[in-house]
């Protein structure tokens, strides 16, 4: 494979683009910073197909990122590579407004072909090519310039190997027939409204018990103004109000703005700030949350009670056996929520109950909770049987004499 020298010019960026339109995928990762700042910071992009590979400099002066963008968002017949590409697509998406299409994600793709969860790139690169990789620039600061060799040698790596891995990942997909269950999970990938950032559902981010209208109605006001707070100083969310912090004060709003200052997470300055200000407005003008608002019981973890709880521990038994059975990856099969919120009685809006996942575990998770399936030891193994055919096994094996 060809490795091109660091890409600074636009020229250059346009030939390589050129090429890469003909290619039938390309892999694609991403270096950046975000810890002091609410938009990442787009530090390189790497890029490679089967014969070629590059790293590329948003940072270098003049550089026209535009033909790499539009390979990435317009091009359909191109197949956009990735390994746990959330970050980097969001990335993407903030520069253009679209998301790479069509995508493939290796880490999503291998919960498919085995057990592994969250597979990580350097377990993913000894699992497939039988070697390790070198991790010594992997914290490093992105953004200071000039980049060392090792540097851009260490990034490149990352496509290199990524363009060598996906066809025999995608070998085994085809063998195993499994490709079209990541088509959805895949789309989820690339649809735009996972990056919008929409200050109107950040308050879904946010961990809050009980589902009490008046205080959702201030989580989600509070949210977010944090929000927009955040986006205007370009600085991460939690520097403005943390979590928990901003919860607590949904549940127990204080009085006035002095009352910020006995807040926990809170500094004596909000006690007369201009920030503080905007927070007890945003207090003040917060709205009890619509009913069809609310999100449905248990389906942001409401307590299941004792006999619930009971039976969300069978289905999570359930998933493990199954998963281990056809060796896929438990998380790929069902979330808890989802299994609590069959346990709780829903029957409706819950993915194990639709499509190939219902064929592969929603069936028997609905029979479980039905009293229609049970486990039982077969060669010291647990497993899954059926309550009819444990009936017929039990009475085959009671002796004529004892009957």
């Given amino acids: 494979m060809k490795i091109h020298p660091l890409i600074t010019t636009s020229d250059e960026l346009a030939a390589l683009c050129k090429r890469l339109c003909k290619s039938s995928f390309v892999a694609v990762d991403t270096e950046f910073m975000r810890e002091n700042t609410y938009w990442p910071e787009l530090c390189l992009v790497q890029i490679a197909d089967e014969t070629e590979a590059a790293a590329i400099d948003p940072l270098a002066e003049g550089l026209d990122m535009t033909p790499l963008l539009d390979l990435l968002t317009d091009n359909e017949d191109v197949l956009k590579i990735f390994h746990a590409g959330g970050q980097d697509v969001e990335i993407i998406f903030n520069a253009t407004g ?154 127990h709003p204080p009085q006035a703005q002095a009352d910020l200052a006995k807040v926990r997470g809170l500094s004596q300055g909000w006690k007369d700030n201009e920030i503080g200000r905007r927070l007890m407005a945003t207090l003040a003008q917060a709205q009890p949350m619509p009913e069809e608002e609310i999100p449905a019981r248990n389906s942001r973890g409401a307590p299941l009670g004792k006999e619930g709880a009971l039976v969300a521990d069978l289905l999570k038994l359930l998933l493990k056996i199954r998963s281990r059975e056809i060796d896929v990856a438990s998380r790929l099969l069902a979330r808890s929520d989802e299994l609590e919120q069959l346990a709780a009685g829903l029957r409706t809006d819950i993915p194990i109950l639709e499509g190939w996942r219902f064929e592969q575990f929603g069936r028997d998770a609905l029979e479980l909770v039905e009293g229609k399936l049970a486990f039982a030891v077969v060669g010291g193994k647990l497993r899954m049987t059926h309550i009819d055919d444990m009936a017929d096994t039990i009475t085959d094996a009671i002796p004529e004499t004892a009957t």
Avoid: C
């Fill in 98 to 251: 679209r998301t790479p299409h069509p995508i493939f994600d290796t880490q999503i793709a291998m919960m498919a072909i085995s057990q592994s969860e969250q597979i990580g790139y350097s377990n993913l690169v000894e699992s497939w090519l039988g070697f390790p990789i070198d991790k010594g620039a992997r914290f490093t600061d992105w953004s200071r310039r000039p980049l060392t060799e090792r540097q851009i040698e260490y990034a490149i790596g990352d496509v290199t190997h990524l363009a060598d891995i996906f066809p025999r990942i995608l070998k085994k997909l085809i063998k195993t027939g499994r490709g079209e269950w990541l088509d959805a999970e895949m789309e989820k990938l690339a649809d735009p409204e996972k990056y919008r950032g929409d200050p109107a559902t950040a308050w879904k981010r946010i961990k809050a018990a009980g589902r009490n209208p008046a205080v959702l109605g201030r989580l989600k006001a509070l949210a977010a103004w944090r929000e927009g707070e955040a986006q205007g100083k370009n600085i991460p969310r939690g520097r403005i109000v943390r979590d928990e912090t901003l919860a607590d004060i949904a549940s």
